[in-house]
């Protein structure tokens, strides 16, 4: 697998194991060139987050993600043309582009059910400057793997059109008022609690399915009445919205935004986990525990004899991973390195004790 890094820290010297692109799609640095400390601080300065290395100790490992990447691309267009459309003279959307999500819908579904997933692992990609397309893409692939898990196998073409729609709305919000870092101000905060209602609205006179509409309209609801736009409870909210919505709200946890570091996703976690039978329903939640390992393939982790390594497989026991030793206690480098599944017996006193910065 390759392994992606974020550019907050210090990155290893490693080679890079692809371009690396800017915003508009220009190459910034080339596959193959050693990462130094000089060159992540330029990439960090032209607003790159993450970058991909060569790492030969995990260059066995599979990538986690659940379906493949000119399929996530593809996802990634059709949700560009909707932006491109809010944000130009009409601010409407054209049938064509509405199309193209739909087809992007289809093909993320038929891509995940190629092998129907039991553990979602991916991370959010930002293959340019708007944080709203990945999130949206990856909320719809969680939403449609949790929606498997529910037996909803029928709907999931319709649970990932509401999810990739879901946003629509805030590309009618001025752009550096997404991007800002201070703290929104009332009138921004309400224009943002408004953004499902303008999402239904740019929807309701295109012929799109009534669940995905729902979907849109509703994934900010919460169970006990704190959500938005209407302030609904209980039975008033469609349980595809509620889906939506947990996945919607994780992926926001585990993702940089403009005004905070992400939340690492066994943090996250553990938030899902308090939701459950008030913001969110206990069925949906369990689903969610069953699919979203704390401790995604690729994560860094210091166990609690002190070893360190990197979780290399996720099998039965989603919290109790197989980790691939890279240090020992001493902090020396092994070679060879070893791995140990914290599932097995023998094993049961081995903790994880920390995540590392990757």
Request: proline share 9%; charged share 20%; aromatic share 6%.
């Amino acid at each position: 697998m390759i392994r992606r890094v974020t550019l907050r820290h210090t990155p290893p010297a490693l080679p890079l194991a692809e371009d690396v692109l800017g915003p508009q799609g220009n190459r910034l640095v080339r596959a193959g060139q050693v990462l130094d400390a000089d060159t992540a601080k330029r990439l960090a300065a032209l607003g790159v987050q993450e970058v991909p290395l060569a790492d030969p100790r995990l260059a066995d490992l599979p990538e986690p993600d659940p379906v493949s990447a000119q399929v996530m691309a593809e996802a990634y267009q059709a949700l560009g043309a909707l932006r491109d459309a809010l944000r130009g003279p009409s601010r409407a959307l054209p049938a064509a582009a509405l199309a193209g999500a739909q087809h992007a819908a289809r093909e993320l579904e038929r891509d995940l059910m190629h092998r129907p997933p039991r553990v979602v692992h991916c991370r959010i990609r930002y293959p340019g400057e708007d944080y709203l397309i990945p999130h949206a893409v990856f909320t719809a692939v969680l939403s449609m793997a949790v929606g498997y898990r529910l037996e909803l196998a029928a709907r999931l073409p319709d649970i990932g059109l509401g999810a990739l729609l879901s946003d629509l709305g805030l590309w009618l919000l001025p752009p550096e008022m997404l991007a800002q870092t201070a703290t929104l101000s009332p009138e921004q905060r309400e224009a943002v609690r408004r953004h499902p209602a303008e999402s239904f609205r740019l929807l309701k006179d295109h012929p799109l399915s009534a669940f995905a509409k729902a979907i849109v309209f509703q994934h900010h609801e919460r169970l006990d009445g704190s959500g938005y736009p209407r302030g609904a409870s209980g039975k008033d909210i469609h349980p595809y919205a509620q889906l939506v919505g947990l996945c919607d709200a994780y992926a926001a946890l585990i993702a940089d935004r403009p005004y905070r570091s992400r939340v690492m996703p066994h943090e996250a976690l553990e938030w899902v986990l308090s939701t459950s039978g008030f913001e969110f329903g206990h069925e949906l939640v369990q689903a969610f525990t069953q699919v979203v390992p704390p401790y995604p393939v690729g994560t860094f982790v210091r166990l609690s004899g002190g070893e360190e390594g990197v979780v290399a497989a996720v099998d039965q026991y989603l919290s109790r991973p197989r980790v691939r030793l890279l240090r020992d206690a001493a902090g020396q480098e092994l070679d060879p390195w070893r791995e140990i599944d914290l599932s097995e017996l023998g094993h049961q006193s081995v903790l994880i004790a920390a995540v590392l910065p990757d």
